[in-house]
């Protein structure tokens, strides 16, 4: 990924499966064991994922609570990752630094994200510290304890993560610029660290409503994946868990869907930068469904790895770029996805604009060679594998599975969907989703080569 | 005078009132399970590269990770980036591949590549699906051995440096960092950006870089770690068929020992649209071999490692100062700094840097609590068992070894050395190198915001973002003085 758009958003790795698959002209095949996943439910409606992995004595816990930044309202923005913080702040039974005290005096590490979609906790220790990592979670799932000077405390705390990843790096606005132009009505429009202003104005009163409304166990998934025995680990996830009450009801989903664009929308940004750069992102569909699948392959086919099309035509053949990358940002609804440049000094974001006209024409009017198609699909056979390869990725994927694709079994079976995709595919979705009023432009100049008739401050929002 | 009546009243509510505050508390841990770390098998080829094989059978993947033994310490005095470019460079031609021909080779396969120079080292990593073996090492030790440094390729490698250079020099997090670096590492081979300097890059050329990778990649002054699902004699094989043929050509030069941080200072560097300061603050290190290393390791752990250390309660838990604050030790073949780093939002700049010094001063004077270093050494000693936990990690732990000659069974030994120190050596080991005479600060922010109070701290130097220039040891293009004041 690129160290200069630093991602508000990054797209997940691609979900690892089972599956016989055999590699171009070679005969020996590679095969991926099969992921058995343990899934329960308890009572008060809390679901739970286990998996056994014994590669090394150390467990991954998530808590997966269904609420991200979509679930915000105007004038609330950046309340679910605010009150992310606030779960490490203390409850009736530990004090407000306690929490990963217990985690790093084991060796382990903790943290949480939050998303468009969800907030995630996590924990990955030393396989012995699963009861207490277990408890530590269910305790903050219903005891959380806040008292005004700690919500003043980490309401600043997440003005300067703020301002660390947006306002002060170079290029740190351009994609929240571009979101506020892609979208209209959809929450998508604002960032999931929310606006100064609305943090500004956040209230320890509206703090009780959202815990009591998000954080309770029939809107939670839980995920451990390591060195655990199964019915011991069940037998815990009952002690801990079993005892919280679950919500009346669930909470009710106010999102608004976004209308199709009719016309392409375009902004010019002058940013103290050394470098001009552009970014476009085209609206396509939401994660797990068919398209996103053949889209994901044509990310690759554009930008993964030096042989890759945009790569090659922008930075090593013309040369006229630093870098250039497409991926999309695949999420629960319809998001966009990216193509982006920063451009070499001396070139412009218009030619780096017409490069890639070029190549996404390509890819609409000539379908992809079977060489390039498994090349793409050898990718991400191999991403499959690494994401493997620890057992908090494998947590993170399984969680993804089970709260955002609603089938915790698609870690098994959703490479056969990459793997069904045909050079027809490619060029399908290239011609339905790469079309220009279907777009939004983003183009950065820099402050000190932009005239002004070349470049103008974003206005506020797109409504 | 109370009642008895009344007194046993008192202690009934006095009951109920702990009865219904009653705290719950978390759990024993299960008994801890031993941690046995993989062994891994070591052959030195008659011309001298240590090979490392380690077998990981639960996924289908291979990774190879080739080290030379020489990085950013050994570029040039007066051209700063050139083991990067180097290293940067392997990927881009041999005498018998171009550079398309090895990108389509190793894409095609779902192959990763990576290269790269870092200090004390360049390496080049390439994984691949389980039936790859015979192409990978055909390609890495083809990329390692007959590199051809092509006119066309070094041009434009030099050009993407270039522009990076270029947009990296408005990234404040970036500035502080070099800066500090070229203070604190003054007069060691540490010192300049590893990346190099847009003067530098621009001076560099083919036979430069030529002459570094003669000197330096020799398979006497190389480590080759083979991990993942393959056989350990089938690694060794594969190893001497692909790299046997690899010849010494020099004795490569190696950096005297060279001792880091100057006298205290503190410098500004001014960047007027910036919306928080970046902070950086200096102190000696230890180089990676030192005695004092281990009982430093667990003083910093405590000063600023991973989630709740002192700085990180003090500036982020306690006052909401910045997003993240911590510690670490650049620790090197022949020199060490122990730097800590925050930032802030612009007006509370100089209490940010207040509340650091500190936390450092706190270090100094007082002695450590039992309590925080057994929690330290339960972090450290714990946390052994992520760090083994992929193929890659037992690589890299592995290779760390090789690269600053220490001994194979030091990961094995670190739970007990750990556990064996005390407060009095943690202590006294961190006291030595936070003498307050010693630092050296850094801070990149709009000055306009907090200058004032700045001087409340001793003589400043200030410098403007544009005039700071990394190529030169006081920062600032002249040999004469800094001004005082913009």
């Known amino acids: 990924m690129s160290r200069i758009f630093s991602p508000a958003r990054t797209a997940r790795t691609v979900v690892f499966a089972a599956a016989l698959f055999l590699l171009s002209g070679i005969c020996e095949a590679v095969t991926l064991p099969q992921t058995t996943i343990r899934a329960l439910t308890l009572p008060n409606g809390l679901q739970a994922c286990l998996v056994e992995d014994h590669q090394a004595p150390v467990v991954n816990v998530q808590v997966w609570y269904h609420v991200g930044s979509k679930n915000e309202v105007p004038g609330r923005t950046g309340f679910a990752h605010l009150f992310e913080h606030l779960m490490f702040d203390g409850t009736t039974n530990i004090g407000a630094e306690q929490f990963s005290d217990y985690v790093i005096r084991s060796g382990g590490i903790d943290n949480a994200y939050t998303t468009e979609d969800s907030t995630v906790f996590w924990e990955t220790t030393p396989s012995s510290q699963l009861p207490v990592v277990l408890w530590l979670e269910a305790d903050r799932m219903r005891n959380l304890d806040i008292t005004e000077a700690v919500f003043d405390n980490e309401r600043q705390v997440v003005e300067e993560e703020r301002r660390l990843r947006f306002d002060n790096p170079p290029y740190g606005t351009v994609v929240e610029s571009l979101y506020q132009h892609a979208y209209t009505v959809h929450p998508y429009q604002h960032m999931t660290i929310g606006s100064m202003h609305d943090l500004d104005n956040a209230k320890l009163e509206d703090i009780r409503e959202f815990y009591d409304t998000y954080y309770v166990p029939n809107n939670a998934t839980l995920v451990i994946v390591g060195d655990l025995d199964p019915q011991e680990a069940e037998s815990m996830i009952g002690k801990y868990f079993g005892h919280l009450e679950r919500a009346a009801r669930l909470p009710i989903n106010h999102v608004q869907q976004e209308p199709p664009q009719t016309a392409k929308r375009v902004v010019k940004l002058a940013l103290n930068v050394a470098l001009p750069a552009f970014v476009e992102g085209y609206h396509m569909p939401a994660d797990g469904t068919p398209d996103a699948y053949p889209l994901r392959l044509a990310s690759n086919i554009l930008s993964e790895g030096e042989s890759s099309r945009i790569y090659r035509r922008l930075v090593y053949d013309k040369q006229i770029a630093l870098e250039a990358q497409s991926t999309g940002n695949f999420t629960e609804d319809p998001n966009l996805f990216f193509v982006f440049a920063v451009m070499n000094q001396g070139h412009t974001p218009a030619e780096g604009e017409a490069e890639v006209e070029a190549e996404l024409t390509r890819l609409k009017t000539q379908t992809v060679g079977d060489d390039e198609l498994q090349k793409a699909k050898n990718q991400i056979l191999r991403d499959f594998i690494l994401s493997r390869q620890t057992v908090q990725t494998r947590g993170d994927e399984l969680g993804y599975a089970a709260v955002i694709l609603k089938d915790a079994n698609l870690v098994n079976t959703e490479l056969a969907r990459f793997l069904a995709a045909t050079p027809a595919d490619i060029q399908r979705v290239a011609q339905k989703y790469f079309v220009a009023e279907n777009m939004t432009l983003v183009e950065v100049y820099t402050k000190s080569a932009a005239g002004d008739k070349q470049a103008s401050e974003p206005k506020a929002g797109g409504r | ?486």
């Open chain 2, 1 to 486: 005078m109370r009642s008895p009546k009344k007194f046993v009243f008192c202690l009934a509510a006095t009951l109920i009132a702990v009865f219904s505050l009653a705290h719950d508390f978390p759990p024993e841990a299960l008994p801890p399970k031993p941690l046995v770390l993989p062994a891994p098998a070591l052959r030195v080829l008659p011309n001298g590269l240590k090979v490392v094989a380690i077998e990981r059978h639960s996924l289908p993947l291979m990774t190879m990770r080739l080290v030379v033994k020489s990085g950013a310490e050994s570029d040039p005095a007066m051209l700063p980036g050139t083991a990067q470019l180097v290293s940067a460079l392997l990927t881009e031609g041999t005498s018998t591949r171009s550079a398309s021909q090895i990108s389509q080779a190793i894409d095609s396969i779902g192959g990763l590549v990576d290269a790269g120079a870092d200090w004390d080292q360049s390496y080049i990593s390439l994984s691949v699906l389980n039936d790859h073996e015979e192409l990978a090492f055909d390609l890495l030790s083809d990329m390692v051995m007959h590199s051809s440094f092509v006119p066309a390729e070094v041009e434009r490698k030099r050009q993407q440096t270039l522009s990076g250079l270029e947009v990296v020099r408005d990234d404040p997090d970036y500035v502080a960092d070099a800066a500090l670096r070229r203070l604190a590492f003054l007069g060691t081979a540490y010192s300049h950006p590893e990346d190099g300097t847009i003067a530098s890059v621009r001076r560099m050329t083919s036979e430069d870089l030529r002459a570094f990778y003669n000197n330096y990649y020799q398979p006497s002054n190389a480590v080759l770690a083979i991990v993942g699902d393959i056989k350990t004699s089938e690694a060794f094989e594969r190893a001497e068929k692909r790299f046997g043929a690899w010849t010494n050509r020099t004795t490569p030069l190696v950096p005297a020992p060279s001792p880091a941080v100057g006298p205290h200072r503190i410098l500004a560097i001014d960047k007027p649209d910036a919306v928080q300061t970046e902070i950086r603050i200096g102190n000696l290190g230890v180089p990676r071999n030192s005695p004092d290393y281990l009982a430093l390791r667990v003083a910093d752990q405590i000063l600023g490692g991973p989630s709740e250390n002192r700085l990180f309660k003090a500036l982020r838990s306690h006052q909401g100062l910045t997003y993240e604050a911590s510690s670490e030790l650049l620790s090197y073949q022949t020199a060490g700094v122990w730097l800590a780093k925050t930032f802030t939002r612009t007006p509370e700049t100089v209490k940010s840097v207040h509340l650091a010094l500190e936390q450092i001063k706190r270090m100094h004077d007082h002695p450590i609590s039992a309590e925080e270093l057994a929690t330290a050494q339960g972090y450290l000693i714990g946390h052994l068992a992520l760090d083994f936990e992929t193929s890659e990690g037992v690589a890299s732990q592995t290779l760390e070894l090789l690269v600053y000659n220490l001994p194979l069974d030091y990961w094995n030994r670190f739970p007990e050395n750990i556990r064996a120190l005390t407060a009095e050596e943690v202590w006294n080991a961190a006291r030595q190198r936070l003498a307050p005479e010693n630092n050296i600060i850094v801070l990149v922010g709009d000055l306009s915001g907090f200058e004032k109070d700045l001087k409340k701290l001793g003589p400043v130097q200030f410098i403007p973002l544009a005039e700071v220039d990394f190529g030169s040891q006081e920062l600032v293009p002249s040999v004469g003085r800094a001004p005082e004041r913009r």
